[in-house]
């Protein structure tokens, strides 16, 4: 039973409670979660700004920094330092609109595509490792479950 109160946050006992202390607790898991156990050029989060850079290259499509907060799920101000710190790098750039001044978007340089794919290989490495520990069933059955949880969840907030 002593298991059972470190879920509790407003101590009802109500196993709903215990739920969403558990959601907290993947959610925390998933932001500290390493994609790589070998020493990577940028972080999660940066890769996966990068990854969003890549897919909208390759569709045609331009990014401005508001558009990439909300696929990241992360704060416009948090993007902002990012794509700083990765333009004194020589990793991004921002280029105005050509209409709109206000707007910039957000591109990759062409150096950045190499150290992009060592990176990715490292990654795919990692997680296969982490597959073929679970196996491919139990992750694929992970994966869809979450996807339903999550289509839940969204259908809910919709409704």
Same mark, same amino acid.
């Given at each position: 039973?002593?298991?059972?109160?470190?879920?509790?946050?407003?101590?009802?006992?109500?196993?709903?409670?215990?739920?969403?202390?558990? /959601?907290?607790?993947?959610?925390?898991?998933?932001?500290?979660?390493?994609?790589?156990?070998?020493?990577?050029?940028?972080?999660?989060?940066?890769?996966?700004?990068?990854?969003?850079?890549?897919?909208?290259?390759? !569709?045609?499509?331009?990014?401005?920094?508001?558009?990439?907060?909300?696929?990241?799920?992360?704060?416009?101000?948090?993007?902002?330092?990012?794509?700083?710190?990765?333009?004194?790098?020589?990793? /991004?750039?921002?280029?105005?609109?050509?209409?709109?001044?206000?707007?910039?978007?957000? !591109?990759?340089?062409d150096?950045?595509?190499?150290?992009?794919?060592?990176?990715?290989?490292k990654? /795919?490495?990692?997680?296969?490792?982490?597959?073929?520990?679970?196996?491919? !069933?139990?992750? !694929?059955?992970?994966?869809?479950?979450?996807?339903?949880?999550?289509?839940?969840?969204?259908?809910?907030?919709?409704?």
């Amino acid at each position: 039973m002593a298991e059972k109160k470190e879920w509790l946050i407003l101590g009802k006992g109500d196993k709903r409670e215990e739920y969403l202390c558990k /959601i907290f607790m993947m959610m925390k898991q998933r932001d500290n979660m390493a994609i790589s156990k070998k020493k990577t050029c940028f972080n999660n989060t940066e890769l996966r700004m990068i990854t969003e850079l890549v897919s909208a290259k390759m !569709e045609n499509r331009r990014l401005i920094s508001t558009q990439l907060a909300n696929i990241l799920g992360i704060t416009r101000s948090a993007v902002s330092q990012i794509v700083q710190r990765l333009e004194k790098e020589g990793v /991004i750039k921002r280029l105005p609109d050509e209409v709109d001044k206000k707007i910039a978007y957000v !591109e990759l340089t062409d150096t950045v595509i190499e150290q992009y794919r060592d990176d990715v290989e490292k990654c /795919i490495a990692f997680v296969g490792e982490l597959v073929d520990e679970l196996g491919e !069933e139990k992750f !694929e059955k992970m994966y869809a479950l979450f996807m339903e949880f999550m289509s839940i969840a969204k259908r809910k907030i919709s409704e």
